[in-house]
């Protein structure tokens, strides 16, 4: 079975299970959960505060030059009008004492996965929840240093940040509209306070639902990969995004900005994979991390940016 049929099974059996799922719906694990084995571990949802030690890592990100030649990409094709917005990710080579087993255990995030010694994210991003036949979606876009004079009102002022951020709301609003009926935004633009490292960042999310019909259940395949990838993190339109990123950022992706989730044969929940580190074949550590790119970026403040959510929270 494909990922799409094999996930409509297990939701038509209610049979509960976790999904993890790459950015390019190539590569993909689904696992009941009465046979999760030791190697993968999550934490859905989670509201448990882990005691904050600060978790030092050095950075090695790239080359302010480098990220330059990617940046002018993006902006001649939106110039040309190939896309509006284009979530531009980079890695960074990290170094850090603990092991990725610790870093899930240590960090502090709503969502967490640890896969295989393979990779270990701790998100902050819900991708969606389905509850009593609604799905919910939380396109989360645009980030500040919660340090810098009055960041909120400076984020929520700030009209690139507003049209970034209106974008991704319109982009998850027409999905939403291929799988559910009577979409709405229930929310615009609220503020979250995150823990990255030693700084706190407030970072702007927006929520909204959709009516589903009541054998979603059926029909889970259907719906994500409807869905994917997320729409925060490619930009709008969404498979001209797609693709401008397989030629700009020159690397893959992978896990990284993929889904995971816990289906429990009543409800749903999942995350966008962000905040993400992954281990080499020779045992290094690399962080993948990036953000939106409109006309109206400022190339080192998007730099900054990419460099600020290298972290442990």
């Known amino acids: 079975m ?4 094999k996930l409509n099974y297990y939701g038509s059996l209610k049979e509960p299970f976790l999904f993890i799922i790459d950015f390019d719906l190539k590569n993909y694990d689904i696992i009941l959960l009465k046979d999760l084995p030791n190697d993968i571990k999550y ?18 990100s790239i080359e302010l030059a480098v990220y330059k030649r990617m940046f002018d990409k993006v902006q001649s094709n939106i110039l040309d009008g190939n896309c509006y917005l284009l979530n531009l990710t980079t890695q960074t080579k990290i170094d850090t ?54 960041a909120k009102n400076n984020i929520l002022n700030n009209p690139k940040e507003l049209a970034e951020h209106t974008m991704v709301v319109d982009l998850l609003r027409n999905d939403l509209s291929i799988i559910s009926k009577n979409v709405k935004v229930d929310k615009f633009r609220y ?26 259940h059926s029909h889970l395949g259907d719906i994500l990969v409807s869905l994917l990838p997320a729409g925060s993190i490619t930009g709008t339109p969404k498979r001209s995004a797609t693709k401008l990123i397989k030629e700009i950022e020159n690397m893959d992706r992978g896990y990284f900005t993929g889904v995971f989730g816990v289906y429990d044969g009543k409800t749903l929940d999942s995350a966008v994979m962000i905040r993400f580190i992954e281990k080499l074949d020779d045992g290094n550590f690399i962080y993948k991390s990036g953000g939106g790119i409109t006309s109206d970026s400022d190339m080192e403040d998007e730099y900054n940016e990419m460099i600020d959510k290298v972290y442990i929270p």
């Open 2 to 5: 494909n990922l799409q049929t």
């Open 43 to 60: 934490s859905i949802s989670s509201d448990n505060k882990v005691k904050q030690d600060n978790h030092q890592i050095n950075k090695e």
């Open 97 to 150: 004492p603990l092991t990725l087993k610790e870093i899930f255990n240590k960090a502090d995030a709503k969502f967490k996965l640890y896969y295989k010694d393979k990779f270990v994210c701790f998100s902050p991003e819900r991708f969606v929840k389905i509850n009593n036949n609604k799905i919910f979606t939380y396109p989360m876009k645009g980030t500040i240093d919660a340090s810098i004079k009055d």
């Open 191 to 216: 503020i979250d306070k995150i823990k990255a490292g030693k700084k706190e960042l407030l970072q702007v999310s927006s929520e909204i639902s959709g009516e589903l019909e009541n054998d979603w």
